[in-house]
């Protein structure tokens, strides 16, 4: 049971260069989000999908774009990478059941570790 | 101000004793509150949730919730050094349509639990 996956696990880019961090689930959920971590910031949602078709800013999106391929997938990209982008980048799934609140946990990948340089 | 507030730490307890790790959110509106536990270059990994006011037990684990004083705490029983580790508190808070789909984290308590 692979839960979330994430690919890269690490990538080292120059400024200015772009790329897609890739995001997949199998746990059937229909929210995913992207944040990053970084040291003594906790983590800071960048996007997130509350379902299939949809999504929405979160707290730190600019730089960023997300496109939410399907039901299982949810990818982020840089477009021009700049060296205040370097982080842990993690995606998250969660299940939303009925009413307005979600109440559900959210599970986590295991991170890509991007530096620009 | 921070949305939710916790102690950075870190927070030394000698191993068997209870560590106890709090947080404070700013949204009244907040409903569900969780507690991850991430090791060093790991992802978090939830460890407890709680929605009422109250405290919930899981095995060690104790969730305590007041939310007329918007406080959350942890408590960890017998702590082991395998408990070594940050943990987050986070907290639900209403997205931009109205729903609360999204989790806004603290910054994380680093624990150490000495043998």
């Known amino acids: 049971n692979a839960g979330v996956t994430q690919t890269p696990k690490f990538q080292v880019l120059k400024t200015g260069q772009s790329m897609t961090l890739q995001c997949a689930q199998d746990m059937n959920h229909n929210s995913m989000y992207w944040y990053r971590q970084d040291p003594g910031m906790g983590l800071r949602l960048i996007y997130y999908s509350a379902s299939e078709g949809t999504t929405d800013k979160g707290e730190v999106p600019n730089g960023y774009n997300v496109s939410r391929l399907n039901k299982r997938e949810f990818s982020l990209r840089l477009e021009s990478a700049a060296p205040s982008q370097t982080s842990v980048y993690f995606c998250?799934?969660?299940?939303?059941?009925?009413?307005?609140?979600?109440?559900?946990?959210?599970?986590f990948g295991d991170g890509t570790r991007l530096s620009i340089l | 101000q921070k949305e939710v507030e916790q102690n950075s730490g870190p927070l030394s307890v000698p191993e068997g004793a209870i560590a106890s790790l709090n947080c404070t959110y700013s949204d009244r509106g907040s409903q569900s509150f969780f507690w991850y536990r991430q090791y060093s270059g790991k992802s978090p990994e939830l460890i407890m949730f709680i929605y009422s006011n109250g405290d919930k037990e899981d095995g060690r684990f104790t969730a305590q919730l007041n939310k007329a004083s918007q406080y959350v705490s942890l408590l960890i029983r017998d702590s082991q050094p395998s408990d070594s580790a940050t943990y987050l508190c986070?907290?639900?808070?209403?997205?931009?349509?109205?729903?609360?789909?999204?989790?806004?984290f603290g910054s994380g308590t680093q624990l150490t639990v000495l043998p």
């Open positions: 986070a907290v639900t808070n209403r997205g931009s349509s109205g729903s609360a789909r999204q989790l806004t």
């Open positions: 998250a799934s969660s299940e939303i059941l009925g009413g307005t609140f979600s109440n559900q946990p959210q599970h």
